[in-house]
């Protein structure tokens, strides 16, 4: 059984960076396909990148192409999300999250970290 425990998040200013991590418990982390999702407050959670078992293969979100990056290390066990040029809109509960059938465009995932706060200030 894959744990999963988000780090990193906090208050930021627009144009700023953030990096959060997801240290994962569990064998079957590095078999796993890894998610990071979000929720703004009165809006549905919501997909934001993705990254496949070997780190080879990503997949972001539009709104988040090109300022967000996924990567991990299988050797520590942990997934990484760098969010750099910060926009207000970013502001939300950022979740790590897997599964054995998470795919790569978001669906599938029934494992999930408890999340990490992210709030950029315009």
Same mark, same amino acid.
């Given at each position: 059984q894959?744990?999963?425990?988000?780090?990193? $998040?906090?208050?930021v *200013? !627009?144009g &700023?960076s953030? =990096?959060?991590?997801? /240290?994962a418990?569990?064998?079957s982390?590095?078999?796993?396909?890894? $998610?990071?999702?979000? *929720? !703004?407050? &009165?809006?549905e =959670?919501?997909?934001? /990148?993705?990254i496949?078992?070997?780190?080879?293969s990503?997949?972001?979100?539009?709104?988040?192409?090109?300022r967000?990056?996924?990567?991990r290390?299988?050797?520590?066990n942990?997934?990484?999300?760098?969010?750099?040029?910060?926009?207000p809109?970013?502001?939300?509960?950022?979740?790590?999250?897997?599964?054995?059938l998470?795919?790569?465009?978001g669906?599938e995932y029934?494992?999930?970290?408890?999340g990490?706060?992210?709030?950029?200030?315009?």
């Amino acid at each position: 059984q894959v744990q999963l425990v988000e780090s990193g $998040g906090g208050l930021v *200013q !627009a144009g &700023g960076s953030l =990096r959060l991590s997801c /240290a994962a418990s569990g064998r079957s982390f590095s078999s796993y396909v890894m $998610g990071w999702f979000r *929720q !703004a407050p &009165g809006k549905e =959670r919501e997909f934001v /990148a993705a990254i496949s078992w070997s780190g080879g293969s990503t997949n972001y979100a539009d709104s988040v192409k090109g300022r967000f990056t996924i990567s991990r290390d299988n050797r520590k066990n942990t997934v990484y999300l760098q969010m750099n040029s910060l926009k207000p809109e970013d502001t939300a509960v950022y979740y790590c999250a897997t599964g054995p059938l998470a795919m790569m465009g978001g669906r599938e995932y029934d494992r999930w970290g408890q999340g990490t706060q992210v709030t950029v200030s315009s």
